[in-house]
């Protein structure tokens, strides 16, 4: 047996006997947040299982909390967990975006610091981007953080900050030399959000609820062993941070599953014995069947690019998977709804209605959000613009 198969071997053991059943197919998934308590037994089982073992980020070293698996390993445990449908048991902006970019540009004092506490679901972070005059122009931005002695003090506004009332710390584009040119006189640095110089301010959506924030910040104060990189040298830090972001590789992790999406031939199947007009449409059952098969092709590619690639996320093809993925996500919840017809439409600004189910209930709000995934992380234009710049080399226009 080859020291792979003998992985395979052992994981699928390990999960057999870890996994309970409640932390299997969609449900709650951690993402560290210190201020949102967890309340189902099984998924809290199974966060602690797997701190424990390192797993909650794979891949990361075992000296800050990971468990230390090369690629080959890190994509089996993906396979196992996905064959039983067990749910990640931690996604967040550390996993995805902060830590990675940490472990490659971060000194040792801030791995130290910051990753295990990140792999040990203790922490979430906020990404500090856009601000109201920079979005797609990002490197315009103009929150300006000044130089005192052992600190920098903070002035100006971000906004999108999502989850930025949940979380822990945030990192953050600043601008620290207002005369160099653009790109050039920007750092990354990291701070705690509950400080008196941060006020957070939510932007209520149509449905009443808040994931977005206006962030404002009135002399903050980030600490110089939290810049990240060099002064003035953000841009390339946080450039990268937005490929880790781009990667998809927490779609990969989360089996497409996370926040309980489901197959569409499962959902199909469940909906078979009721009068469903969607699927007894023959154009309507090959619209589904060629989504998840473009879907499964994307997934390899994906993996395809994650494997070739040195330091496991792929540069800017990650422009690629950003605009192909969130297409077929915009794609999924086109379907979904058509599939459901009136049990996808309760009344979406309800928190409960208990004549339609949980996944009914949310088909509406998710198809309403996955509109915006095509403008977050970057626009899909953005990308585009990337793509021909950095992937094809055309000239710049
Ligand atoms: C749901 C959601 C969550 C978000 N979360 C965060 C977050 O946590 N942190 C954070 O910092 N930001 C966040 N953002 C902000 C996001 O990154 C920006 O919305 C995005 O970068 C676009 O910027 P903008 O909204 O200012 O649009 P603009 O830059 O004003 O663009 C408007 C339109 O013009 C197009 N456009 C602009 N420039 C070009 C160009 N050069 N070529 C072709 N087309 C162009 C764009 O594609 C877009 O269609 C979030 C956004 C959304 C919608």
Redesign the pocket.
């Known amino acids: 047996m080859t020291d792979l198969s003998a992985f395979r071997e052992e994981t699928k053991a390990w999960l057999e006997e870890n996994c309970p059943p409640g932390a299997r197919g969609p449900g709650p998934i951690s993402n560290g947040s210190s201020k949102i308590k967890i309340t189902d037994a099984d998924t809290l089982v199974w966060l602690e299982r797997m701190v424990e073992k390192g797993w909650t980020v794979p891949s990361w070293p075992k000296e800050v909390g990971g468990g230390g698996l090369n690629n080959d390993e890190y994509l089996v445990l993906l396979e196992e967990m996905a064959a039983m449908g067990a749910r990640p048991a931690l996604s967040s902006f550390g996993t995805s975006m902060i830590g990675p970019t940490l472990l490659e540009f971060g000194t040792d004092e801030q791995k130290n610091t910051h990753l295990p506490r990140i792999a040990r679901a203790e922490v979430e972070w906020?990404?500090?981007?856009?601000e109201p005059g920079?979005?797609?122009?990002?490197a315009s931005l103009s929150t300006r953080a000044e130089d005192n002695g052992d600190h920098f003090v903070i002035n100006g506004q971000?906004?999108?900050?999502?989850?930025?009332h949940n979380a822990d710390w945030m990192f953050c584009l600043v601008r620290t030399d207002p005369n160099a040119p653009k790109h050039e006189g920007i750092s990354f640095v990291l701070l705690p959000v509950d400080q008196p110089g941060i006020e957070i301010r939510p932007i209520r959506m149509l449905s009443g609820e808040s994931?977005?924030n206006d962030t404002f910040f009135d002399n903050a104060i980030a600490q110089k062993t939290d810049l990240v990189g060099e002064l003035n040298k953000g841009w390339t830090v946080g450039k990268r941070l937005l490929q880790h972001e781009r990667s998809g590789m927490e779609s990969l992790v989360s089996g497409g599953a996370k926040g309980g999406k489901m197959s569409l031939v499962a959902e199909a199947k469940r909906c078979l014995g009721e009068d469903n007009n969607a699927i007894a449409d023959p154009a309507y059952r090959s619209e589904v069947l060629k989504y998840e098969m473009d879907n499964q092709v994307f997934r390899m590619a994906q993996r395809r690019a994650v494997e070739e690639s040195e330091g496991g996320t792929p540069g800017a093809v990650t422009s690629i998977f950003k605009i192909y993925g969130t297409e077929l996500q915009q794609k999924y919840y086109d379907l979904l709804l058509k599939m459901r017809g009136v049990r996808g439409f309760p009344d979406t600004f309800a928190k409960q209605n208990d004549s339609f189910s949980d996944a009914e209930m949310s088909t509406t709000r998710d198809w309403l959000?996955y509109r915006?995934a095509s403008?977050?992380?970057?626009?899909?234009?953005?990308q585009?613009?990337i793509i021909a710049k950095r992937v094809l080399g055309l000239p710049d226009g």
């Open positions: 906020c990404q500090g981007y856009s920079s979005g797609s122009d990002l971000k906004t999108w900050t999502s989850g930025a994931r977005f959000f915006a403008i977050y992380s970057g626009s899909n234009e953005v585009r613009n």
